[in-house]
């Protein structure tokens, strides 16, 4: 007896071991739920769902940020200069009181670099020139000697931010024997450095920021130091920071034509409140 109520029992505990059926106190049968164990595959799986989602909100970021700076594309083009009134060229009866230009896209002019030079070489211009949609109105007066030819000179800031230079030359009566000269802006030869330099040291930073972050996440072993990756998401920070700052001030040189530190607070000003502007500081 003794012996056959040992058997029972152990097989009591290996029933009570597999989860399967135990005897209750009155002999009944009592079913037990089997004890749940986390399986380290399923842990496994969440965790690098969680890397490669992060690691795409990263690229995506990542996108975000640079497509703004990239090439300029046929859709971004510069701005073209496709009409004029006078006409490019043309010899009219009278002297005009406003010359207009039009241009393929809207634009919005350089302060103090539109101007139109009588037949004498003396400015004409009048007021303050005004833009509606894609046409830049230029006020002038008329000359007391009226008759030659009429030189008009635009910088105006592209739908992509870029200036645009360019002439316009009409005569009232007949042409002159010679086109009056003026004084011609183009981007300062270290201005046209800086500025593409400025943009690259941007995706530099850019690079040491979610590169290193990405590593972290997706491959860096917990068991070795993260300090000096820290440390590079830092410098790349850094660098984002001074490329913006240095991509505001040289807009306003580059806009303006002159040279980096010929810039005047209102040039900036002007600069900084402006569309670009706004996307450099955000």
Not at 111 to 137: E, M
Request: proline letters at 11%; one cysteine or more.
């Amino acid at each position: 007896m003794p012996h056959g109520g040992d058997h029972r029992a152990g097989r009591g505990r290996a029933d009570h071991r597999s989860g399967a059926v135990a005897s209750g106190p009155a002999g009944g049968a009592l079913n037990l739920p089997a004890p749940r164990r986390e399986l380290p595959g399923v842990r496994l799986s969440r965790r690098s769902s969680r890397r490669i989602v992060f690691a795409v909100l990263l690229g995506a970021l990542l996108g975000a940020l640079t497509v703004p700076c990239g090439p300029a594309t046929p859709a971004r083009a510069h701005a073209i200069l496709v009409d004029s009134d006078p006409a490019q060229g043309s010899v009219i009866g009278h002297s005009p009181i406003k010359v207009t230009l039009t241009f393929n896209e809207p634009i919005r002019p350089v302060p103090g670099r539109v101007q139109v030079l009588a037949p004498d070489g003396k400015r004409i211009t009048v007021g303050t020139p005004s833009v509606v949609d894609n046409t830049l109105t230029i006020p002038i007066r008329v000359p007391p000697r009226p008759l030659g030819t009429y030189l008009v000179s635009y910088r105006v800031i592209s739908a992509d931010s870029h200036p645009v230079s360019g002439t316009v030359t009409f005569s009232v009566g007949a042409p002159s024997a010679s086109i009056p000269e003026l004084e011609e802006f183009g981007v300062h030869p270290v201005v046209q450095v800086a500025v593409p330099t400025a943009k690259y040291l941007g995706y530099l930073g850019l690079a040491l920021v979610i590169g290193p972050l990405m590593f972290l996440t997706l491959l860096w072993p917990r068991r070795l130091s993260r300090v000096a990756a820290i440390r590079m998401v830092r410098i790349g920070l850094l660098t984002v920071g001074l490329s913006t700052v240095a991509s505001m001030w040289l807009q306003a040189p580059y806009v303006s034509g002159s040279a980096p530190f010929d810039v005047t607070l209102d040039e900036l000003r002007d600069e900084l409140v402006s569309p670009p502007g706004f996307g450099l500081a955000g």
